[in-house]
């Protein structure tokens, strides 16, 4: 008599898949965001780089007609058009801390005994991006310190 390998089917009903299918979708559930972060990413540079290269053609093609850039065109070569200030990035940072730890302050409610210990970790998640707003305010006070400074000496 020969041993003959039986196909038993899963109660989960994957069938031929067996363990793998399932292990397949968590893995898509892991590396997903970081594709989709990746691809958000490139577009977004290669966005940026079309623009610049559009813009390095009309100004080569306005040269070649004899036509001269306006100085303000000439000043905006080669910079950075839209940096944020740290007055910015610390209002976003602060607003999406005090968010985070709203949302999970009123997620459960509150305990006879205060916040329950879920409620208090999802809060304590909320702190991180504050104290980074809080940073980004504390810079935008400094340099604008330092600014008038320089200033009041000239």
């Given at each position: 008599m020969m041993n003959v390998l039986k196909f038993v089917p899963l109660r989960d009903g994957f069938g031929d898949m067996g363990i793998i299918f399932p292990m397949l979708i968590g893995l898509g559930i892991i590396i997903m965001p970081m594709i989709m972060v990746i691809a958000i990413v490139w577009i977004e540079s290669y966005g940026k780089r079309k623009r610049s290269e559009y813009e390095a053609n009309l100004y080569a093609?306005?040269?070649?007609?004899?036509?001269?850039?306006?100085?303000?065109?000439?000043?905006?070569?080669?910079?950075?058009?839209?940096?944020?200030?740290?007055?910015?990035?610390?209002?976003?940072?602060?607003?999406?801390?005090?968010?985070?730890?709203?949302?999970?302050?009123?997620?459960?409610?509150?305990?006879v005994n205060g916040f329950s210990h879920s409620v208090a970790n999802g809060m304590a998640m909320g702190i991180i991006p504050a104290a980074l707003g809080v940073g980004h305010l504390i810079v935008h006070f400094l340099e604008n310190r330092r600014k008038r400074g320089q200033d009041d000496e000239k």
């Open positions: 093609k306005a040269i070649e007609h004899g036509q001269e850039l306006p100085k303000a065109v000439l000043d905006r070569l080669g910079k950075n058009t839209r940096k944020k200030s740290p007055l910015e990035n610390g209002i976003i940072l602060l607003s999406i801390g005090a968010g985070i730890s709203l949302f999970f302050m009123f997620a459960e409610g509150v305990t």
